[in-house]
């Protein structure tokens, strides 16, 4: 996993596979599910944005560097 | 006659998949690909004939001197300018900077204003911010008018006796606006205000000759118009320049140094303080003569048909709104646009996976975004083309997009 920030307030997060789309979005389940097809899914909380693609890269927005890194650990253990 | 085939021929990079897809290049506004000449020109350089320059008696360090002194010119001839009047400098950046600090912070004190505009790059806004901090001086901005230009008439209403600096960009990086210089250039002058313009994006793009503009001072990157990173160029009137202290103090930019006092050197040399770089600004002439081997007019000509039917393929889509002029005669090729429900990001990640490149987010123009209300939001994406690139290409464009459409 490579974390990158990007500019205009997002998070790039990169897996060197591909990864489980439905596996990664329940892990968000106070957020709502705003786009899913086969590729990706976004997800939606207020101004928090989520768009999980299944070639293995996951964009936050509106995220804190310390949010981040809590879902980092989390993720990890999927 | 425009062979746009054999132009590609001579940029390696284009050969190269990404995503196993065919690279497409529409990141030009942040930084242009190199031609095979200005790449084998560094290689040359450094295997054949490199050592430092100025001063040095043996062959190699005078052959490198006439070279770097030739890049100059070459330069200079570009913009039609006077030898003497061209400083190599890093980039733009450090061109503003340099005015900023050895000019601005000198000639400047409270009673006096600086005039910039909401679509600059950061670069022309954060050293007025800082001289304005440091002499208390007042930092005004223009907004746009309905075409996403510099509002003229709001800069009329603005400037006063007490404008001492206007500072705008020629073409904007992220609407491709092209901005009436020369008329803001006149009522600057007519109110005694020097004009710096911004031509990073305009430089590469369309035929520039200072001494009809008649600014003050022009600055531009060679990175964005075919040379290498690490060397821009600061066009300075030799008048204004020969009053400005030095910026930074070192080598070569004295006649001669006593214990306690310094004589500087003439210009162009005064403003370029230590060992330069020297290879950089060598191919970066390399950069200039294969833009003018194929003509400015030529460029500027063909980079309007792309623009032209950038727009016209524009139209067909739903989901996507253009952020800047929808008037192909009034804008370069640099487009910025938004998804209903998708940000710029995604979009550019998207495109990617298809072997796109194309710029996300703010563009360092956060002013700009939030003039715009499309901070919040993430900013844009940002195509923007250049000499290399093709209709076939904006077709493929243009395709991916509305598969995005279709599945977003």
Redesign the interface.
Known sequence: MKLREICGGAFSLKFDKEIEIEKIANLFKDYKIVIKNEDSIKLSKKEKEILIFKYGEILFYNFKKDEIFEILEIIKNV | MFDVEKIREEFPVLKRKINNKKLIYFDNAASTQKPKAVIEKIKEIYENCYANIHRGIHTLSQELSDEYENARKIVANFVNSNFEEIIFTRNTTESINLIAYSYALKNLNKNDEIIISVMEHHSNILPWQFVSKKVGCKLTYVSLNKDYKINVEEFKEKINRNTKVVSITHISNVLGSINDIEEIIKISHENEAIVIIDAAQSAPHTKIDVKKLDADFLVFSSHKMLGPTGIGILYGKKDILEEMEPFLFGGDMIKDVDFYSAIWNDLPWKFEAGTPNIVDAIAFAEAVKFLENIGMENIEKYLNELTKYFLDRFSELRKFKLVGSRNYKNRAPIFSFIHD??????IA?LLD?EGIAVR????CAHPLMKYLNLF?S??TVRASLYLYNTKEEISYFFDILKKIEN??
């Open positions: 429900y998708l940000k710029s990001h995604e990640k996976l996300s987010g703010y563009h919040e993430g900013g599945n977003y």
